[in-house]
């Protein structure tokens, strides 16, 4: 029998999954480009691959990662109310949209030839989307709340 439910789910991890990639190779970019020779081939390519990056992988699979998500909140609409893991989770998931948000601000600084932060913070929050994801995923496998 066709489950519609298991293709949202099965589109949404996947997405999430091509949007995690993206958010912790994104700021591993910055940390090259950080360290590049103004000017320079490096960090022409460095810009050129964060544009891509963003364009092709990240925002498309974030859009689609957070429609399949909501449609999932939507079918399962009674979880908002009647657990705390969900909106939790949507807190979680709702801050990597910010974070995101953040990654492509940053990407254009770099783009109009700033620095905008050192190469160690951007090791630094190379981190959050990993720290992030171990919780979002103890919350909907687990369900503690």
Same mark, same amino acid.
């Given at each position: 029998m ?7 789910? =099965? ?9 995690? =990639?993206g ?5 591993? %970019? ?5 360290? *590049? !020779?103004?000017?320079?081939? %490096?960090? #022409?390519k460095?810009?050129? *691959? #964060?544009?891509? %990056?963003?364009?092709i992988?990240?925002?498309?699979? @974030?859009?689609? =990662? !957070?429609? @399949?998500?909501?449609?999932? !909140?939507?079918? &399962? #609409?009674a *979880? ?6 969900l909106p939790?989770?949507? !807190? %979680?998931?709702? *801050?990597?949209?910010? /974070? ?5 601000s940053?990407?254009?600084?770099? #783009?109009?030839?700033?620095?905008p932060?050192?190469?160690k913070?951007?090791? @630094?929050? &190379?981190?959050i ?5 171990? /919780? ?10």
């Amino acid at each position: 029998m066709f489950d519609i439910w298991l293709w949202i789910k =099965a589109i949404h991890v996947i997405a999430v999954i091509f949007w995690m =990639a993206g958010l912790l190779y994104m700021p591993r %970019l910055f940390v090259y480009h950080s360290s *590049s !020779v103004k000017g320079g081939e %490096l960090e #022409a390519k460095m810009i050129e *691959s #964060a544009e891509k %990056l963003q364009r092709i992988i990240m925002t498309p699979a @974030m859009v689609v =990662a !957070v429609l @399949m998500g909501l449609s999932l !909140v939507w079918y &399962n #609409a009674a *979880s908002l109310t009647t657990t705390l893991w969900l909106p939790l989770k949507l !807190v %979680l998931v709702f *801050s990597l949209v910010g /974070f995101h948000g953040y990654l492509t601000s940053t990407r254009k600084k770099f #783009a109009a030839g700033q620095r905008p932060k050192t190469e160690k913070h951007f090791r @630094m929050i &190379n981190e959050i989307p990993s720290i992030f994801t171990i /919780f979002i995923v103890m919350l909907v496998i687990i369900k503690p709340f």
